[in-house]
Nanobody, 129 residues
Framework: QVQLAESGGGLVQAGDSLRLSCAASGRTFSSYTVAWFRQAPGKERLLVGA????????YYVESVKGRFTISRDNAKNTVYLQMNSLKPEDTALYYC??????????????????????WGQGTQVTVSS
């Protein structure tokens, strides 16, 4: 497992941008698929998107496609979530998660929180209207 720590959350207005970071420990970080999840109060934790270990493949849920971008810098053991054109409905606690998955990016649309063992503590994103 790796240890993860998110940062970069905050309070912004609708239409603004934020970049979240997920810093990881461990020497084999490039072997890990990393996903971003979010959880609004009283709601379940849902997938936002994922990136393969190499960074070559990404997946986004429909609600963020075209607005959010996931990237990674394996030399820095860091994954980023660039969020543009933020909406009030993006308000949530955002988590990054990592694991070595036994399947490729074609299956990313089926990812759930149960697929990941390593989690960060979460960072709050609040978007005001």
């Amino acid at each position: 497992q790796v240890q993860l720590a998110e940062s970069g959350g905050g309070l912004v207005q609708a239409g603004d941008s934020l970049r979240l970071s997920c810093a990881a420990s461990g020497r084999t970080f490039s072997s890990y698929t990393v996903a971003w999840f979010r959880q609004a109060p009283g709601k379940e934790r849902l997938l936002v998107g994922a990136i393969s270990g190499s960074g070559d493949d990404t997946y986004y849920v429909e609600s963020v496609k075209g607005r959010f971008t996931i990237s990674r810098d394996n030399a820095k053991n860091t994954v980023y979530l660039q969020m543009n054109s933020l909406k009030p409905e993006d308000t949530a606690l955002y988590y990054c998660a990592a694991d070595i998955l036994g399947y490729g990016s074609a299956w990313y649309d089926a990812l759930t929180w149960a697929d990941f063992q390593s989690w960060g503590q979460g960072t709050q994103v609040t978007v005001s209207s």
